[in-house]
T-cell receptor, first 113, second 114 residues
Framework: QKEVEQDPGPLSVPEGAIVSLNCTYSNSAFQYFMWYRQYSRKGPELLMY??SSGNKEDGRFTAQVDKSSKYISLFIRDSQPSDSATYLCASSVFMDSNYQLIWGAGTKLIIKP | GAVVSQHPSWVICKSGTSVKIECRSL??????MFWYRQFPKQSLMLMAT?????????EQGVEKDKFLINHASLTLSTLTVTSAHPEDSSFYIC??????????FGPGTRLTVL
């Protein structure tokens, strides 16, 4: 079992819809959680960074962490075609003297005009 | 956000040759840089962790003699793919820490070995 589980999709929604992307994790030691967006043949771009349970909002994006159920979510409001990309969740964990990222598989999101 | 650059963005080489990929942190100093490999439609696979001035730490299954990593300064790390073969064709991405628990990624380098 992978330590971070994420449905690879694809997830296809109409423009303007609210998008919900989710991940679960199994290691209680995970403290920091990130959402990255990756366009095709580009490096991942950090979207959101959270370290406590609750919600964090940035523009149209809201990251939610529930440590009791080990569940993390990213919500995108008023979705746009330009939001079409692969969204990767990750947790940062300290190992071998460094913080390393444990990745989900990534969910491919398609926003239909 | 922090800026990480990679060069080249795309390289095509013949089988048996070596290719060097550079990763630079442009507006910050990175004591730790990471090298990833990504195959189409797959997530990123960590290859190695590189600390400035010391030997890189390679993940299990990654050949250190084939993927040479040098982290000579706080702003530059290089990955050299030695004696490249078609199966080494992939998307190589570096990242750097700005905060100890957050990584910023370069744009990636697409390697095609003929």
């Amino acid at each position: 079992q992978k330590e971070v589980e994420q449905d690879p999709g694809p997830l296809s929604v109409p423009e303007g819809a609210i998008v919900s992307l989710n991940c679960t994790y199994s290691n209680s030691a995970f403290q920091y959680f990130m959402w990255y967006r990756q366009y095709s043949r580009k490096g991942p771009e950090l979207l959101m960074y959270t370290y406590s349970s609750g919600n964090k909002e940035d523009g149209r994006f809201t990251a939610q962490v529930d440590k009791s159920s080990k569940y993390i979510s990213l919500f995108i409001r008023d979705s746009q075609p330009s939001d079409s990309a692969t969204y990767l969740c990750a947790s940062s964990v300290f190992m071998d003297s460094n913080y390393q990222l444990i990745w989900g598989a990534g969910t491919k999101l398609i926003i239909k005009p | 956000g922090a800026v990480v650059s990679q060069h080249p963005s795309w390289v095509i080489c013949k089988s048996g040759t070596s290719v060097k990929i550079e990763c630079r942190s442009l507006d910050f100093q990175a004591t730790t840089m990471f090298w990833y490999r990504q195959f189409p439609k797959q997530s990123l696979m960590l290859m190695a962790t590189s600390n400035e001035g010391s030997k890189a730490t390679y993940e299990q299954g990654v050949e250190k003699d084939k993927f040479l990593i040098n982290h000579a300064s706080l702003t530059l790390s290089t990955l050299t793919v030695t004696s490249a073969h078609p199966e080494d064709s992939s998307f190589y991405i570096c990242s750097a820490n700005i905060k100890v628990d957050t990584q910023y990624f370069g744009p990636g380098t697409r390697l095609t070995v003929l």
